[in-house]
C-alpha cells in the first residue's frame, strides 16, 4: 500500500478544495510527508461520507483509525454499522459484527 503518498494526497486535496492556494499545494504535501516520515503511528476519529455510484445515495460514517509502521491498521467503524478493518503486511480482515461474518484478503489488495 502506498500509505504515505495515498494520506498526503487525501490531505492535500481537502485544503486545497477548502481554499488553500493551488500554488501552495506542493509545499503543505511536502510538509505532510515529512511529518508522517517522522512519526511512527497516530491515531484519530473520522466522519466519512460515501457516495454509492449506482444509487446515488450518501451514508456517512464514523469511527476511528489507528496506523503503526511499517504497516499495521484499523479501521474501525462505529455508526451507522459496526465494521472493523484490520491490515497488516501478511493479511487483511473485514469483520461485520451485524452479519457474523469476517472476510479474510490477501494483502495485495490493498497494494
Do not use: N
Not at 494526497?9 to 511536502?30: D, Q, Y
Not at 455510484?53 to 489507528?66: F, I, K, N, V, W
Request: glycine share 4%.
Amino acid at each position: 500500500m502506498r500509505f504515505p503518498t495515498l494520506f498526503a494526497c487525501a490531505a492535500a486535496l481537502l485544503l486545497i478544495s477548502a481554499g488553500a492556494s493551488h500554488a501552495a499545494a506542493p509545499a503543505i504535501t511536502g510538509e505532510m510527508q515529512k511529518k508522517y516520515e517522522s512519526m511512527q503511528s497516530f491515531t484519530a476519529e473520522f466522519t466519512q461520507r460515501l457516495v454509492h455510484q449506482e444509487s446515488g445515495s450518501e451514508e456517512t460514517r464514523q469511527g476511528t483509525l489507528a496506523f503503526q509502521k511499517p504497516l499495521r491498521v484499523r479501521w474501525e467503524t462505529k455508526a451507522p454499522h459496526a465494521e472493523l478493518l484490520v491490515i497488516t503486511d501478511k493479511d487483511v480482515w473485514d469483520y461485520l459484527p451485524d452479519e457474523e461474518l469476517a472476510y479474510q484478503y490477501s494483502p495485495e489488495v490493498v497494494h
